[in-house]
């Protein structure tokens, strides 16, 4: 195999790690004995994978506002190096964020971004499954785009950001649309917010290093300590980046859980709802992340992810090498997992 090299001879990490994904399918998952991915034989399920629809880039554009480059080609290209044979899409930042009082412009972009990953599905057989995003925190809007979405399109599940103007998921404001996710068993992928609070604290770093992640765990504890967890027990949640900083943070949760016990908030536990819940690998890969976030939750929780086009397939493949993981629990993390929450994709 060729790398391409840096001028001191060294071979490139990037193209390291590009060649080691394309050997990542063959040697670490079943099924695939050579290099060179292709889409019949790869085998990683990518549960964070974003994708910019047309009319959503162009209502961007309208407001002078804009995402990251994104492009299918682009997508297909990375899966392929990557072994990925399914990405479950998601819309790209802002999402549905950027109308937050415009319900009609909201419900519009939802239908829309929606109907286009449906097309995405068809156009290419296997390769695309979908979030579908809904105009959140419009409850009447939300509740006929979830309809619309699962039971015509029939999407895998549906797209939420960790926060809606301040509020969190556990808030009981949105229980009506929880209690809707709940009776149909969804599987709900949570992406990381930029909180109002804290938008311009740090203006010398990215708000989303420290505050996405932060916001995901915010939004875990709304739902833990706000009574929606055990409420709504059969809503299938995945949060990203390996549960933002929520390892790190747990004897403190733990600690506050003594407060509820005889409230009937948090029946179960803390323990109990976090090992419930899944995670995905995008941007939490690295072995600090991963050993604290396999302290608390099994293996059986961890869903292969990449945040792509913000980050590639290789990262994570490497990332999850670097861990020394059984070769089960490796081809768990890359597909079994996401195969109990996405059975369709066994054929």
């Known amino acids: 195999m060729n790398f391409a090299t840096d001028d001191s001879g060294a071979a490139s990490r990037r193209a390291f790690l590009t060649g080691v994904a394309a050997l990542g399918a063959g040697v670490l998952l079943p099924g695939c004995q050579t290099a060179g991915v292709t889409a019949a034989r790869a085998q990683r399920i990518d549960v964070h994978h974003h994708i910019a629809p047309p009319s959503y880039s162009s209502a961007l554009k309208a407001m002078k506002r804009g995402h990251a480059a994104w492009s299918i080609e682009a997508s297909i290209e990375d899966m392929d190096k990557s072994g990925i044979a399914t990405a479950m899409t998601s819309l790209i930042n802002p999402g549905m964020q950027a109308w937050p009082t415009d319900i009609a412009m909201a419900r519009r972009i939802a239908r829309e971004s929606n109907e286009y990953a449906a ?11 979908s979030f579908a995003s809904i105009p959140f925190p419009d409850i009447d809007g939300s509740l006929r785009e979830i309809e619309y979405a699962l039971d015509t399109l029939k999407a895998d599940g549906i797209y939420l950001w960790t926060s ?5 998921l556990g808030d009981p ?24 609070c804290c938008a311009k604290i740090m203006p010398y770093i990215s708000i989303n290093a ?13 739902l833990m300590f706000q009574g929606g967890a055990a409420r709504f027990p059969d809503i299938r949640w995945i949060f990203s980046h390996s549960g933002g900083v929520t390892p790190f943070l747990l004897s403190r949760f733990e600690r506050e859980e003594e407060a509820l016990k005889d409230k009937g908030i948090l029946p179960h536990g803390v323990m109990h709802e976090l090992r419930k819940f899944y995670y995905d690998t995008a941007q939490g890969n690295h072995p600090g992340a991963l050993r604290a976030l396999l302290e608390i939750i099994p293996t059986s929780r961890v869903l292969y992810g990449t945040d792509f086009p913000f ?3 290789a990262e994570v493949i490497d990332g999850l090498a670097r861990h020394g993981f059984r ?4 081809r768990a993390i890359n597909r079994d997992n996401a ?5 369709r994709l066994r054929s």
């Open 119 to 129: 097309t995405l599905g068809r156009d290419y057989p296997g390769r695309f499954g």
């Open 173 to 196: 404001a949105f229980f009506p649309i929880l209690e809707e996710l709940n009776r149909r068993r969804v599987v709900v992928y949570t992406h990381p917010a930029t909180p109002d």
């Open 164 to 168: 809606y103007g301040g509020k969190l």
């Open 339 to 343: 195969l109990q929450l996405f059975p």
């Open 311 to 313: 980050r590639d397939g």
């Open 327 to 330: 070769a089960d629990d490796l």
């Open 210 to 222: 420290i505050e996405g992640p932060v916001d995901t765990t915010r939004t875990m504890v709304s």
